[in-house]
């Protein structure tokens, strides 16, 4: 599985746009990148994927480098519900269904007044 | 969106005793489901892969004997705790997919175990 580095938090205003960036340098061809978050104390929540294409829908937008070394979740008007940890997750589909996700550290986005 | 659901939500339980969690998808299928577990302050790590109708896999490490895994039907997996101590508490979490290639994974709201 692919590596992946993240800065361990950030802040943003209320409003304005969160950007979230994702090292994954080492990033098979078959792998899509997934981004999930983590409100405290809950299950995990899915935001988006994308394998080579950008990709937006109804929560956010996913930048993909073309080299796809790296790529940047964009929550364009954070709201103080979007604070959570957020994770960038190369996968490769199981067969037959399945998504076996390794978890690294994440960033802890601060949304503030 | 698909959802899976996990009971119960919290538990207390005493030194030595066992505990059963479970895990259903709601409103789909899924031959495989996965349970993660996570320390205060710590990232998910994933214990074990349960696969309908066949043994669980474990990751490295996860005693399979203490953490038994039973998925008896496409839409329900349990772990059971078994002689749970207090290194045991910790906040317990599944996720499961559709059979559609590229879905993506939906958790539980997890489960917090704490052993007194």
């Known amino acids: 599985d692919a590596k992946t580095t993240q800065p361990p938090s950030m802040d943003c205003a209320e409003g304005r746009a969160a950007n979230l960036p994702c090292n994954h340098s080492t990033i098979s061809g078959n792998e899509y990148v997934y981004w999930y978050r983590q409100i405290h104390s809950q299950g995990p929540q899915y935001i988006i994927h994308?394998?080579?294409n950008n990709e937006t829908n109804e929560m956010a937008s996913l930048i993909i480098t073309e080299d796809r070394k790296s790529s940047t979740l964009i929550l364009p008007h954070a709201t103080l519900r979007d604070t959570a940890v957020y994770y960038c997750?190369?996968?490769?589909?199981?067969?037959?269904?399945?998504?076996?996700?390794?978890f690294g550290t994440g960033t802890q986005l601060k949304v503030e007044l | 969106g698909a959802v899976v659901s996990q009971h119960p939500s919290w538990v207390i339980c005493k030194s030595g005793t066992s505990v059963k969690i479970e895990c259903r998808s709601l409103d789909f299928q899924a031959t495989t489901m996965f349970w993660y577990r996570q320390f205060p302050k710590q990232s998910l790590m994933l214990m074990a892969t349960?696969?309908?109708?066949?043994?669980?896999?474990?990751e490295q490490g996860v005693e399979k004997d203490k953490f038994l895994i039973n998925h008896a039907s496409l839409t329900l997996s349990t772990l059971t705790v078994t002689s749970a101590h207090p290194e045991d508490s910790s906040f317990y979490i599944c996720?499961?997919?559709?059979?559609?290639?590229?879905?993506?994974?939906?958790f539980g709201q997890g489960t917090r175990l704490t052993v007194v």
């Open positions: 349960s696969n309908e109708g066949s043994k669980a896999t474990y």
């Open positions: 997750i190369p996968n490769r589909v199981l067969t037959g269904g399945g998504n076996k996700l390794t």
């Open positions: 996720s499961a997919s559709s059979l559609d290639p590229g879905s993506e994974a939906f």
């Open positions: 994308g394998l080579k």
